[in-house]
């Protein structure tokens, strides 16, 4: 599953990140790496989403919600 | 004695309270420039402490030292080109182990460094503790000093703290990452050594090179692809996210669970339905306040600048000042500008509330907010701050567009930013909507800023379908702490900004009105007292067919527009030279003068000529801004020419439909 199909108030792990190679890595800045758990706090239906990671809140797109691959905790 | 000099560069992520703190460290000694070929904003100050003179420069908040984004670039060349001798690295306690990402790359260049670990009452708030012995010892027993920028607390520790490790030297490495790649490194190290021995920084620079980035090995060509056959950067950010997960688990400690503010605010400003409903509650509360509490002192303003009109008048009078001159100065420089100094208030006001929205740090919810609107446009919801910050001024708003991930949205929202109403637009609506529209004046003017927002949406929409592409929604932002709004930081927000605007009323407005002035009082014949005769009249009347359409058919209009581009404020100081009215910004006796000569002129035509103002070319300053974030004339030149034309169809559109609905 990816991350769009998350559900608010559960945490995920990050297995995967497939979106462009400048954004992966600027995620990856932000501490989103394989193996990380992820939050998500609250979403939207078109999938943008607020996410707690590492202690730090990021509201992401669809675009990226849906290239972030995630298993449940 | 001659004070020892000591140049700091203050580093850190964005939301760290960097800004605050350097306030607090410079106090009022600030010096706001543009690094060399960016417009990035660069800011300098100094503090003294003991028999040193410390120079600081304040760095963007950044996330990382690679170079993908100028930020990152501009940084980067800061700490390692300029004589810089510590690097100042604040440190938000609340998101210490995001934070400590950037740290750990700043070790790696062996500056001396110290860490101003801020927001340290924030973490007291949550129940939260962090060890600061053993913090240090995990970071190569750099100074780690705790700080709290907003109560100004820890700043004599911190400015001991610098002086004291700028005399002590470089710090010890601190990380070492798995064999493999260690293993690189040296070799790479040995590589450097060999072609560059003067180089300061080899280390980081192998660490780099094993990174891929490509702005190191521009500068510093070597063969990497004998050590490393791929980027590692991958997987060197994790083996660091892995090293800054020991310290976190060694370091911070939860004493009681407490609960979380920002989460609780969040539950209602962020809510998938109310979100939007409190954004635009907030956005009409912004601009009743503007124009209520403005207006208000606004009046006060007028009725001194009146008396001071008069006085001056009367003391030319006595001193037996020539004709040309008193009215030069009088119903030129002093009307325009006199004018344009009482609209004071309504932009203290508008900058104020946007200071207050962005410190606070609920302007990055606004991206969030405003995603699903945007998305639908083909935008992400991040363009939406560069369209707020428009409110204020447009300059900024186009620079802040860089924050965009992509080149295209980025291209699209500096075509659209303009039509956000600007301050400088401000003064026009108060003006007009004042004159024609009385009771209803609030309510006019807030049409018109939902108007440019409108036409910006409409054309976001229309570029998306023409180009096709398919939306890629690349919203990427970080959400911070809401947090009490600092004095300090408004005051000088808003103090920058009305100085941007006095300093624009003493030299561009007041430049333009003389010129007007000039325009007005000379034509073919010479000087002359009818202005129907003058240079103005045959250069406006020669445009008056074309703007007919939207109702605008007297030629004062038409130079007022013209000379509009210098800056949006100057239509009005125009037209108050135009229509020389004697007592500067007194509505009543502009009115009188315009029905004088454009009898016809109504609320109808007040209203396409403020919407005219609204989109037309943008000032001089944006325009410039535009070519240079661009970095294209053809494409200024397309931003410019749409914008006028979009201006005349819609100005037409509603003098002709209104016209229409009237006559029947």
Known sequence: MTLFDGMSGIEYKITGIYVAYAIERRLEALGLNEGTTIKIITRKKNGAMIIKVRGTRLAIGKAIAAGIEVKEV | MQDKLIKVAVVGNPNCGKTTLFNVLTGSNLKVANWPGVTV???????????????????????????????????????????????????????????????????????????????????????????????????????????????????????????HHYEEGPVT???????????????????????????????????????????????????????????????????????????????????????HITEKIDQYLTHPVFGLFFFFLIMMSVFFLTFSIGDFLKG????????????????????????????????????????????????????????????????????????????????SGKAFLPMILGFGCTVPAIMATRALESEEDRKKTMIITPFMSCSARLPIYVLFSGMFFEKNAYLVSFSLYLLGLFIAILTASILTKIKKEARKEVLLIE???????????????????????????????????????????????????????????????????????AGLDSWQFVVALISGISAKEVVVSSLNVLFQTTASGSNQSLLQSILTVSPEFGALQAYAFMTFCLLYTPCVATIATIRKESNSWKFTSKVILFQLLTAWLVATLIFQIGSRIAGL
């Open chain 2, 41 to 163: 904003e660069k800011i300098e100050g100094f503090a003294s402490y003991e028999d040193f003179r410390i120079d600081l420069i304040d760095t963007p908040g950044i996330y990382s030292l690679a170079s993908y984004t100028i930020e990152e670039k501009v940084t980067r060349n800061c700490i390692m080109d300029q004589d810089i001798d510590v690097i100042l690295n604040v440190v938000d306690a609340s998101s210490l182990e995001r934070n400590l990402y950037l740290t750990m790359q700043l070790i790696e260049l062996k500056k001396p460094m110290v860490i101003a670990l801020n927001m340290m009452d924030i973490i007291k708030e949550r129940g939260l503790e962090i060890d600061l012995h053993r913090l240090p010892e995990m970071l190569g027993n750099i100074p780690i000093v705790p700080v709290s920028a907003a109560k100004k607390k820890g700043i004599n520790i911190l400015l001991h703290a610098i002086v």
């Open chain 2, 173 to 259: 490495e601190v990380f070492h990452y798995s064999e493999e790649i260690e293993e690189k490194i040296e070799k790479l190290e040995v590589m450097m050594g060999a072609r560059y021995p003067k180089h300061e920084f080899k280390r980081w620079h192998a660490v780099k090179l094993l990174e891929g980035d490509e702005a190191v090995l521009k500068d510093h060509p070597i063969e990497v692809e004998t050590i490393a056959d791929k980027s590692y950067e991958k997987q060197m950010i994790q083996e660091k996210y892995g090293y800054i997960e020991n310290i976190v688990e060694e370091v911070l400690f939860y004493k009681e669970k407490k609960a």
């Open chain 2, 300 to 379: 006060i303003l007028e009725n001194i600048l009146i008396s001071v009109s008069n006085t001056i008048s009367a003391l030319f009078n006595t001193i037996g000042v020539a004709g040309w001159l008193h009215s030069m100065l009088i119903d030129g420089a002093l009307a325009g500008v006199g004018g344009i100094l009482t609209f004071i208030p309504n932009i203290a006001i508008l900058f104020l509330a946007l200071a207050l929205l962005e410190d606070s740090g609920y302007m990055s919810r606004v991206a969030y907010v405003m995603d699903g609107v945007m998305g639908k446009v083909g935008l």
């Open chain 2, 479 to 549: 959400l911070p702490e809401y947090k009490r709004p600092n004095l300090r930081t408004i005051r000088i927000y808003v103090v920058t900004k009305l100085k941007d605007y006095l300093s624009k009323a003493g030299t561009v407005i007041f430049i333009a009105s003389l010129i007007i002035w000039v325009l007005l009082n000379f034509g073919p014949a010479g000087m002359t007292s009818q202005p129907d005769e003058s240079f103005g009249a045959l250069i406006g009347k020669l445009m008056v067919p074309l703007t007919r359409p």
